[in-house]
């Protein structure tokens, strides 16, 4: 080999090898969790697992701090192989001049081998270690992911790292919204750490700052108007506390996304001032012990969480579980599922808008509801019994519909929470016996707008509607929608739930409705927990779904927690912070006019004497017709009913007769002066065998019931009873043919029965009769 060649490669080995060899500069510190609004404004940071502010997802270095520094650091930065001869020549010369290291001699990419090995002691072994390092970062790394590498893990005093924590802690804003005098005092701050304390130092800090403002000026990076107001800028005095403005959203990106950096589609002033108007509200409640409460507001259309407040923020509710974040926490819906079965049973054509339901003393095995005020209407029509958010006709139109049925559609609508069985829940599940969290029923109500809102514009349902709501902001994803042929809940049956929901009732019994009455248009509904344990209101526009829960976070119920004097202020608060548009539209195309009895809001039947047109769903042309009109027989002189077995056939006035079941009516006619009782059956006449004069309350027919043992072992008594039209009469009760007791007035009668199925039997002194077949479990 030619021996030049020889001495040249071996010149190149003294040299490459050692870069080669030296160590690679890597970053392996742990990252801050840093929650960002959609605006990329900082709601909040957890510190890193080092105890350091350490942000991560740099990309980029806002050009003021690059210019600053470089100006400030290493001006031939962009020229250098890593090391700048000319400036270590001089360190050198410094050095011995001084007998120490007193000057670096560091070009940036020096310090970010220096920084990466973890700023060891400075030594002249140190040093050479540096320079190969340097060496090695400048062979497989652009200038710019360089500065990149420094501008993140460069400290900045105390316990903050890189950049974009120092720009939040030391000027309250994001690096890439810095003045030239900030960036200048930052490009400063990684080799004088110690100069942002209040003293002496800040002066020091300042002339620093305004040399390195004026140095820019004169390489034109800024022109001299620039440098007079930046140098009249004060110069930060010491860190600032970072931002808080979603403590519970933070707190839950940590434990979810910890280390990094999270762009949430959060509007930040939106949630600022809706933590305001929580936090004062919070106040009056805490009076009450009440001392936690929630809010979520979803934008309809893009599904994006606006405002996540997980809590109230106030001090002095800390201590009181302050600290939980409710949004996603568990808690018993109350009422508040009410509006789906309506709409359910609309979709279904179950029922119409104003169908009568009863709404009487109702017994299940092991379960009786009652209504919230503790009395009865005997009917009332659907839309009043959601819009008044009475239990019992609740309970009744859920066993009409089915628990199964009702579960099943609560989980295609998006509820995540309903994880037991049918018959675990049973019919309480529509009043409270299943759990959800603010999280679902806000993302299932948006969800609900937004499937109603596109019908309106497309005539067509999509799968895709149905979501869970966003937090995350997302690329612009193109997803292709798939059609959906058979939605769980059509436009129309959504339409006429949020109109019966904008009618919702105002109570005489609560004080402060005035203050609800400047409230825009809005469909809502509240709901409360047995025990008044949760609070719960929840309110749509066609642009956005506003969920708040108020309670106690360990579950203590409150005297007066309620929904609608809890949560529901709360929520006209937020509903009047957001702006609104119009109402929905109607949903033409899905909506038929149906000819209803206007008695009793069932499709008309041949008997109904007065009729009306009103929109419903297109399966409501199958819904049952009228079971309440009847052609009844009377006299002449239309006093008593007579039959063409007693009464001469052509003196017969056949007459439509309004007629409830006999427990519907002995309710009904309290409330309802106008309702016409039967005429009594004329002397020697039969009663008509199609209008019973009793009925049973409980228990009803089919029924299974298991009946507890007491402590002694003997089965517990079940307690029968029924309504007559005419409670003076006197009944005899017959269990399986055996005479039993007499009752009257309170037809009550406890029975007691063993396994097996029995048959109960009741007698009217008038000789009229039914019977109801049960079985004991
Ligand atoms: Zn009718």
Redesign the pocket.
């Known amino acids: 080999m030619n021996r030049k060649l020889k001495i040249i490669l071996a010149v190149s080995g003294v040299i490459i090898i050692p870069v080669l060899v030296s160590p690679k500069p890597v970053f392996r510190m742990p990252f801050s969790t840093v929650v960002e609004a959609s605006d990329g404004s900082l709601l909040g940071a957890r510190i890193a697992d080092d105890g350091q502010w350490r942000f991560p997802g740099f990309s980029m270095v806002p050009d003021k701090f690059e210019k600053s520094l470089l100006t400030f650091e290493d001006r031939y930065f962009y020229f250098h192989p890593g090391i700048n001869p000319v400036s270590i020549v001089r360190a050198l010369a410094n050095n011995i001049k001084a007998g120490d290291i007193v000057s670096g001699g560091s070009t940036i990419t020096m310090q970010v081998a220096r920084i990466s090995g973890g700023n060891k002691p400075r030594t002249y072994g140190e040093k050479i270690v540096e320079i190969l390092s340097s060496l090695k970062l400048e062979l497989f790394h652009s200038k710019k992911s360089i500065l990149l590498m420094y501008t993140a893990n460069a400290p900045f005093g105390g316990n903050t790292v890189g950049l974009e924590a120092a720009a939040w802690r030391y000027t309250g804003k994001s690096s890439a919204s810095l003045t030239w005098a900030e960036a200048a005092v930052l490009a400063i701050l990684p080799n004088s750490p110690g100069l942002v304390f209040p003293g002496k130092n800040q002066e020091i800090l300042k002339n620093r700052r305004d040399n390195l403002l004026r140095q820019l000026c004169k390489r034109k990076y800024i022109d001299s108007l620039t440098l007079a107001l930046a140098l009249d800028e004060p110069v930060p005095v010491e860190p600032k506390p970072l931002p808080s403005k979603a403590p519970h959203l933070s707190d839950y990106f940590y434990i979810r996304n910890k280390g990094e950096r999270i762009r949430t589609t959060i509007d930040q002033t939106l949630q600022e001032r809706a933590t305001e108007i929580i936090n004062s509200h919070q106040k009056d409640l805490s009076e009450n012990h009440i001392f936690n409460s929630a809010c979520l507001i979803e934008d309809v259309k893009s599904g994006n969480v606006l405002v996540y407040v997980g809590n109230s923020t106030l001090e002095e509710t800390r201590v009181h579980g302050g600290d939980v974040n409710i949004v996603p926490a568990l808690r018993s819906t109350g009422s508040i599922l009410k509006p789906i079965l309506y709409a359910a049973m609309q979709h279904s054509g179950d029922i119409l808008p104003n169908s009568l339901v009863a709404d009487v003393p109702t017994r299940f095995p092991g379960f009786s509801p009652k209504n919230f005020d503790q009395t009865y209407s005997g009917a009332v029509t659907a839309g009043t019994a959601l819009s008044q958010s009475l239990n019992i006709p609740a309970v009744k139109m859920l066993q009409k519909y089915n628990p199964e049925r009702f579960l099943d559609l609560l989980r295609r609508t998006g509820f995540n929470t309903f994880g037991k069985s049918a018959d675990y829940y049973g019919l309480s599940l529509i009043l409270g016996g299943g759990e959800t969290s603010l999280w679902d029923l806000t993302g299932v109500y948006a969800s609900l707008s937004r499937v109603l809102n596109r019908y309106i514009n497309e005539k067509k349902y999509y799968k895709e509607d149905y979501h869970s709501p966003i937090l995350v902001t997302q690329e612009n994803s193109t997803k292709e929608k798939t059609e959906e042929s058979d939605p769980p809940l059509s436009a129309s049956s959504i339409w006429l739930t949020y109109e019966a929901l904008q009618k919702v009732n105002r109570p005489l019994s609560e004080t402060g409705w005035q203050y609800f009455s400047s409230a825009p248009d809005l469909a809502w509904k509240t709901g409360t927990s047995y025990g008044f344990r949760d609070g719960w209101a929840i309110g749509t526009t066609p642009e956005y779904v506003i969920g708040v829960w108020a309670g106690n976070a360990d579950g203590e119920g409150r005297p007066g927690l309620t929904g609608i004097s809890a949560a529901a202020p709360i929520m006209f608060d937020l509903v009047n912070m957001m702006r609104t548009g119009p109402w929905f539209s109607i949903p033409y195309e899905d909506i038929t006019m149906i000819r209803v009895?206007s008695?009793?809001g069932?499709r008309?039947?041949p008997?109904?004497p007065e009729t009306t047109e009103i929109p419903a769903c297109i399966n409501g042309l199958r819904s049952e017709t009228?079971p309440?009109?009847k052609i009844i027989h009377l006299n002449e002189s239309k006093t008593f009913q007579v039959t063409s077995d007693c009464y001469s056939p052509e003196d017969i006035i056949n007459v439509p007769w309004?007629i409830l079941s006999p427990s519907m009516e002995y309710f009904y006619r309290q409330k309802h002066p106008e309702y016409k009782s039967l005429p009594p059956v004329a002397p020697g006449c039969m009663a008509s065998k199609n209008i019973p004069v009793m009925d049973f309350i409980y228990p009803e027919e089919g029924i299974k019931i298991f009946i507890p043992r007491d402590q002694t072992g003997l089965l517990t008594k079940v307690v029968a009873e029924v309504a007559h039209r005419n409670p003076s009469k006197k009944i005899f009760w017959h269990l399986d043919e055996i005479y039993t007791g007499t009752t009257r007035f309170v037809h009550q009668i406890e029975i007691v029965a063993g396994p097996g199925k029995h048959v109960l039997t009741v007698v009217d002194e008038d000789g009229n009769r039914i019977r109801c077949g049960f079985t004991i479990q």
């Open positions: 009895c008695k009793s069932f008309a039947g008997d109904c009228c309440y009109h309004f």
